[in-house]
């Protein structure tokens, strides 16, 4: 007789522990995976977006161009609308960010008598250049950002924004 047999009481143990284990884990595992799912998930960052804008109508005076996408949050889903100020500079499309560098305030191209050809943050009266360069004096320290833009059919798409390279 060996020393290393099983006891009733020990493979019973076992095979419970065993059984209760695999149960428990073919519980947790969709629950885990649900939860982890959104988290996981790759989603494709940098889409363009088409707008309603034609090229053709984009002129030298920066005109508001509102663009709608879904922002994925983890489980939530949202369609955002964003803004741009976009026009042309000679055959470029020009789409700048409305956001202010100061405190994150909206822009506006004109806001007031004494800011022509400026965009005008009414706020802490930030002021900027037409291509987003920060006039100084201002309490902005950065330039608005830019967007990326594409032409799909004669319509202006918008892309991810990044850092001005006008200024
Ligand atoms: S938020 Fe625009 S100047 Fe302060």
Redesign the pocket.
């Known amino acids: 007789m060996s020393n290393n047999r099983v006891s009733r009481r020990q493979f019973l143990s076992y095979t419970l522990t065993g059984v209760g284990g695999f149960m428990a884990a073919g519980m947790l595992m969709p629950m885990v995976r649900f939860a982890l799912d959104p988290v996981l998930q790759k989603h494709e960052g940098g889409d363009f977006v088409l707008t309603e804008q034609k090229i053709a109508d984009i002129t030298e005076a920066p005109i508001k161009v509102d663009f709608t996408f879904e922002q994925v949050d983890a489980w939530y889903k949202a369609d955002v609308t964003n803004t741009a100020w976009v026009y042309k500079d000679g055959d470029v499309i020009v789409a700048l960010s409305p956001v202010?560098k100061?405190?994150?305030?909206m822009v506006d191209w004109e806001h007031k008598d004494g800011n022509k050809n400026e965009f005008f943050?009414p706020?802490?009266?930030?002021r900027y250049t037409k291509n987003g360069g920060n006039i100084a004096g201002t309490?902005?320290l950065g330039p608005l950002d830019e967007f990326e833009v594409q032409e799909k059919d004669g319509y202006l798409m918008i892309g991810p924004s990044k850092p001005n390279t006008l200024v």
């Open positions: 202010c100061h405190l994150g305030c943050c706020c802490h009266a930030g309490p902005p």
